[in-house]
């Protein structure tokens, strides 16, 4: 068992008013997890800490080249009031995956997910049940040695912070327009695409800029080798239903495997809704839409759940979905999992876990 020293904030802080509209990823609880590595004693000093600044040398490994990588996750506060967690499980399992790729030692699977309860717990006050709302939790870990030679850190900072968030979207589940990019490239198989490194949103932000300027929330990426193949959007996986079919894109090595990706394919398949994970052109979205076949488009992620698609922008050419209403297939995932995640659902694949 974790043994995680506990020092309580003696200032707590005001909590948001039940009524008041929560933004995403705008405040944080009264405490946070820190535990350090080095190679002398492994994952070493667990601690909850009042939440504040970090101290961190100035030529840390992290601000110079990017040693980084982060997980998102969300807690809701269950029918009974206790904290549940949506698959915590696969968050640890795909921190392990991104650890590997940049070198970083992983948490091990019970000490990840004994500091994520255990803070949880300490700040369960901070768990908002407005509609649409919850605790975002965001576990995050980065080199900390102070060397500028290009090396692999020796010590390391695990950090877990937790925001009282309300939707992603200001949109909330009206659908979103995204912009689709053909000239930046967000990753390419072979480098960090299938994994949470902050760098990969380093390299998204010069296009989400572009995209904003122009009016759009989001950037639909293509493949990097061609720019033909879709596959994913900014902080979301991506699904079409076309003629009757869910199609997204496989896990090719070049987009992130999503947690919420996964529980939609896996009700896709318990609802008997024939879903393919293959490659799906840009070009035969723009075909779908002119024939006719084009259902409906959506995002995925752990942010904002499911997010209805209502316009694409291909160049110069506009794919309208759905006619700016939220499709009924979308709704009724968006229904279904959130109903799981808040515990009001039954719940058959056993993805809820209870914080206690
Ligand atoms: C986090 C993330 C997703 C969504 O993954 P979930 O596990 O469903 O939250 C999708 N794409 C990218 C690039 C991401 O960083």
């Known amino acids: 068992m974790l043994d995680i020293k506990v020092q309580k ?3 707590p802080k005001q909590k948001p008013a039940a009524d008041d509209p929560l933004k995403f990823g705008t ?3 009264d405490h946070m997890f820190l535990m350090d590595f080095n190679s002398e004693k492994g994952w070493h000093d667990a601690r909850i800490v009042p939440y504040g600044d ?6 840390a490994v992290v601000l110079h080249y990017g040693q980084e990588m982060f997980e998102g996750l969300k807690a809701y506060k269950g029918p009974d009031g206790t904290p549940l967690l949506f698959r915590p ?3 640890i399992e795909r921190s392990h995956m991104t650890a590997e790729r940049l070198c970083i030692p992983p948490v091990p699977e019970d000490v990840f997910l004994t500091a994520l309860k255990e803070l949880i717990k300490i700040d369960a006050d901070w768990i908002p049940d407005a509609p ?3 605790l975002y939790v965001r576990p995050f870990m980065f080199g900390t040695d102070a060397k500028l030679g290009v090396d692999v850190s020796d010590s390391y900072l695990f950090v877990i912070i937790l925001s009282p968030s309300g939707p992603y979207y200001p949109e909330g589940l009206n659908p979103i327009k995204i912009w689709t990019e053909d000239q930046y490239v967000r990753s390419i198989k072979g480098g960090l695409g299938h994994t949470k490194a902050g760098a990969n949103y380093a390299a998204s932000m010069k296009a989400q800029q572009e995209a904003h300027a122009n009016g759009y929330s989001q950037v639909l990426w293509l493949d990097g080798a061609t720019h033909s193949v879709i596959e994913e959007v900014g902080s979301m996986n991506i699904f079409f239903k076309i003629g009757g079919k869910v199609i997204t894109r496989d896990l090719d090595g ?3 495997p999503g947690v919420t990706r996964d529980s939609v394919i896996a009700l896709c398949k318990d609802w008997g809704v024939p879903v393919v994970e293959g490659s799906l052109t840009i ?3 723009y075909e779908a839409s002119q024939n006719g076949t084009l259902e409906e488009v959506f995002g995925t992620g752990t942010a904002a759940v499911i997010s ?3 316009e694409l922008r291909w160049g110069d050419k506009n794919i309208m979905i759905g006619g700016g209403e939220i499709g009924e297939f979308t709704q009724k995932l968006y229904d279904t999992l959130t109903g799981i995640q808040l515990g009001m659902l039954p719940d058959p694949h056993g993805w809820v876990m209870k914080v206690e």
């Not at 970090?54 to 030529?59: F, T």
């Open 9 to 11: 904030t003696t200032a």
């Open 54 to 59: 970090i101290m961190l040398s100035p030529a």
């Open 283 to 285: 070009e035969e979205v």
């Open 254 to 256: 070049s987009i992130l």
């Open 27 to 29: 405040i944080y609880t």
């Open 89 to 91: 499980g696969k968050n």
């Open 308 to 310: 209805p698609v209502g």
């Open 132 to 134: 649409a709302t919850s």
